[in-house]
């Protein structure tokens, strides 16, 4: 099931008596979901995820804009008719019931037409329950589980009504590392298997990065950029977009462009023909320096960091933004550690130019 947004605004009136600042939560998102993709919303705490999930869950009405299921306009209907899945970060499960009673609970309350047989509706919690793999867990209650069987508990019951599309709003936040990355494995195999429109909201860029078919990069209710994990971080549209993504970070340096170059602190270490002269911000992904003793970029050398296949070379600049300067060279090249600078080459792909004000990417 395709699932489309437009102009979708949601304004929280304010709670603030005295400023009387209302809060755009949402302002104005229009995109497509694909039908059967899995796409993760991304972006800080406070961006409007949630509020984007609950607009499409029915939960939360838009002030503005439409959201359609396929070609059906399901902007007025109510949540129980939209045929949604939802799962939120506290497992939210009936502390009082079994896993199985938990299970069937959204299929004992179908009414009229949709209500299904006794027999049907403990072959659907059981085929849900197989599917996320706590089939052997159903006569036990929620406190007698892990975090991640509870989540799973939480998955098999929004999966049990076979809904039209899934919303997981933070799904993993409550677990450990371990579990957490089992965890988004699972979700990814459910989601490729059942076939089912998903919307994973997370302000894990990481964990976005490695389930989604496309990323939606989000920013103060606004949205950045829509693509596939991999273009998205290859090909940043705005400074933002460039920090959020990458683990290391990206490191950004002050510079300018002056007669086709990109140059910082009066080193060219980028080719930038046809720009303007002008201030600019200057991102490099950790993978896009290279050793080099004749290198252009001259920094100053603090640690080496091993980390086995690579290693992390942390240096500093004084145009750099960041404290440091964080490099990831391959771990065969030899290193002078004990060298009190390193120079760099750096790989114009993983180079990226920002205009100083507005923070836009310049495209050359
Ligand atoms: P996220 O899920 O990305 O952390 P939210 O969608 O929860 O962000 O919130 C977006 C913005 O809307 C925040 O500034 C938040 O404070 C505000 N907001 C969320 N819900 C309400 C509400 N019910 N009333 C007023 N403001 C709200
Ligand atoms: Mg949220």
């Not at 947004?5 to 979901?33: M, W, Y």
């Not at 939209?82 to 799962?87: K, S, T």
């Not at 023909?273 to 970029?297: K, M, T």
């Amino acid at each position: 099931m395709k699932v489309v947004l437009q102009n979708l605004t949601k304004i929280f009136p304010s709670r603030d008596k005295k400023s009387g600042k209302e809060v755009v939560a949402v302002n104005d998102f229009t995109f497509e979901i694909p039908d059967g993709k899995l796409i993760g919303l991304l972006g800080p705490s406070g961006c409007g995820k949630s509020t984007t999930l609950y607009m499409i869950s029915g939960l939360q009405k838009p002030t503005s804009g439409k959201i359609f299921f396929g070609e059906d306009d399901v902007t007025e209907l109510s949540t129980e008719n939209r045929g949604i899945g939802l799962v939120f970060q506290n497992y939210a499960l009936y502390p009082h019931m079994t896993v199985k009673q938990n299970i069937l609970f959204p299929l004992e309350n179908l009414k009229g037409a949709d209500r299904l047989t006794k027999e049907e509706m403990l072959k659907r919690a059981h085929d849900a329950a197989a599917l996320v793999q706590i089939d052997d867990l159903m006569d036990r209650k929620p406190n007698e589980l892990s975090g991640g069987q509870q989540q799973r508990v939480a998955i098999a019951r929004a999966l049990v009504k076979m809904p039209r599309v899934l919303l997981l709003d933070e799904p993993l936040s409550n677990l450990d590392a371990r579990l957490r990355l089992q965890t988004r494995e699972e979700i990814r195999r459910i989601q490729k298997e059942t076939g089912i429109t998903t919307v994973f909201v997370t302000h894990d860029q990481e964990e976005a990065m490695s389930i989604s078919d496309m990323i939606v990069v989000m920013k103060l209710g606004v949205l950045q950029q829509i693509g596939k994990p991999q273009d998205v971080y290859d090909d940043p549209v705005n400074l933002f977009v460039a920090k959020f993504l990458g683990t290391p970070p990206i490191n950004v340096l002050e510079g300018e462009v002056k007669g086709g170059k990109v140059c910082i602190g009066g080193a060219a270490v980028a080719e930038a023909p046809g720009v303007a002269d002008q201030p600019v911000y200057i991102g490099i992904r950790p993978e896009g320096f290279e050793l080099d003793a004749n290198g252009a970029l001259e920094c100053k050398l603090s640690n080496v960091e091993v980390m086995g296949r690579d290693v992390s070379i942390v240096s500093t600049h004084e145009s750099s933004v960041n404290p440091v300067i964080r490099s990831i060279i391959d771990a065969d090249y030899a290193i002078d550690r004990e060298a009190e600078t390193v120079r760099y080459n750096i790989k114009p792909h993983k180079l990226f130019v920002f205009n100083k004000e507005t923070e836009e990417r310049i495209y050359f």
